[in-house]
């Protein structure tokens, strides 16, 4: 490689990148009555502004949420779609009903990722506009998540509102949407494995199974839940 | 905070972390002839694979080309696209034309994401299914990026394809989608910013300018490209 040593990662740097990928957990117990101190935040959300996105177009809004009675609003959201969410389980719903989901109101911080009104970003966009879109804000967080597991804090993206509902909460204009409520801060520990898989939820599936060569190949149906 | 000396991450481990974020690029130049070898791509692909996932659904599947002549293909209808897009972009489209916007026969690997036939999973998505699948695959490329860049590696994210004709060539299922042919592969220098920064075509926005606090605020009207 012709590449600059300034700009060359070792191999201790390399395995610390991989670590932080390895251990990093999606949180849902958090350390009550605990801060982020404001430059440490800094630091987490320009990781997340430091993502790619496709053209350019940064499609992501970040919103804290600092007062505590909207805080708690939001948390009441959350908890009625969970109740909805048991429903549409059926069978497991019990089951369900006894995981611990989200940490709204426990987390230092609460950030509320917002996919913002379509910009009209043409470049690499013109076929698959609001999936590009949507994978580059995914991204975006994954940078916020790893950074946070590097900073030894957690991060729990919480998906269950009703968007219509936070929306209104947030006074997001029409064309706006919400994605998810990011709990964030210090932890008692991390999670060893997925907390889904802990609790015998599910079992995420093995790479091989998902990787193949020049086609499509056939795969086992699994029933998701 | 309680957390086990096992699990913390140390300043250097921190900082390499930050690193691999700032220096990510979005890449289109490759060294051609190039090869990665086969136990640094397991390594690559298991980072994509630790990725979160709304429900733990995984909804990533991971098409290697490995046959020339489907490469080609592919490169083909990329550049058809490329025209495409360069007449959607109007006025812009002479500058649009002398950016090179892909690597794909240049590039040591090439790998296509792929969205799966939905699984059904309830869990986290009974209000947005889709958008998380799109969200949890954009994070899971992200995964790749990171690590490709502590590799040493460069990673393009191609999303100029139309979906239905690359669908065919990869025969996928009537309800899988693909996201983005991803290039791999050593570079003969890292960009210092992103390209289209670098090559005058859009600017970045500041993180400052993307932060709100409680409720939405007005932002002012930019125009994408």
């Known amino acids: 490689m012709a590449d600059d040593a300034q700009h060359r990662f070792d191999t201790a740097e390399r395995d610390a990148v991989y670590r932080a990928i390895a251990l990093r957990r999606d949180t849902r117990h958090f350390q009550r009555g605990q801060v982020v101190p404001k430059a440490?935040?800094?630091?987490l959300l320009q990781a997340l502004h430091?993502?790619?996105s496709v053209g350019l177009m940064q499609p992501w809004r970040v919103i804290r949420?600092?007062?505590a009675a909207?805080?708690?609003?939001?948390?009441?959201l959350v908890e009625a779609e969970r109740q909805a969410t048991?429903?549409?389980l059926g069978e497991r719903s019990a089951?369900?009903?006894?995981?611990k989901v989200e940490g709204l109101r426990d987390c230092a911080e609460l950030l509320v990722l917002v996919l913002p009104p379509d910009d009209g970003t043409v470049f690499g966009r013109r076929t698959l506009p609001r999936e590009m879109a949507l994978c580059s804000a995914g991204a975006a967080v994954q940078n916020l998540w790893l950074a946070a597991r590097a900073e030894n804090l957690g991060l729990g993206w919480v998906s269950m509102f009703e968007p219509?509902?936070?929306a209104a909460l947030l006074r997001l204009p029409a064309d706006a949407q919400?994605?998810?409520l990011l709990c964030l801060g210090p932890v008692e520990r991390f999670y060893e494995a997925p907390m889904l898989e802990q609790q015998g939820w599910r079992q995420g599936r093995r790479l091989s199974d998902l990787l193949m060569q020049d086609v499509w190949s056939e795969e086992e149906v699994q029933d998701g839940n």
């Open 40 to 43: 440490q935040l800094q630091r």
């Open 50 to 52: 430091q993502a790619p």
């Open 65 to 67: 949420v600092a007062d």
């Open 70 to 76: 909207l805080r708690e609003r939001i948390a009441a």
């Open 86 to 88: 048991a429903l549409a």
């Open 95 to 99: 089951e369900f009903l006894r995981l």
């Open 164 to 166: 219509a509902a936070l």
């Open 178 to 180: 919400p994605l998810g």
